[in-house]
């Protein structure tokens, strides 16, 4: 198990991948202006997107994430390695709306 893998498993937040329960951190990358709560115009929809560091090893494009209650859609998916080996996965995220 790499260090980043002991990491994640140690201090990483609950997540379910598709079907797959894992552990791992979310972040946003792009705060919007808007408050999450504020009302915006009808087809105006906030457009945060959000980093997954997880130890998930095969999420897919499209698969729905969960994470402390709220669903994420998988827009970009990348395993990284180190040394060839199997470290961590990294997932672009924005927040699922229906």
């Known amino acids: 198990m790499s260090l980043s893998s002991q990491v994640i498993t140690t201090y ?25 709560k504020t009302r915006l115009p009808v087809g105006v929809q906030q457009e945060e997107r959000y980093r997954l560091i997880t130890d998930a090893a095969a999420p897919a494009l499209n ?11 998988v827009m970009r998916v990348e395993q990284v390695r180190i040394f060839g080996e199997f470290s961590h996965t990294e997932c672009i995220l924005r927040r699922k709306r229906w």
């Open 12 to 36: 990483g937040e609950p997540v379910t991948v598709g079907a797959v329960s894992a552990k791992g951190f979310l972040s946003v990358i792009n705060k919007s202006k808007s408050d999450a």
């Open 63 to 73: 698969d729905i994430v969960t994470y402390a209650g709220r669903r994420y859609e």
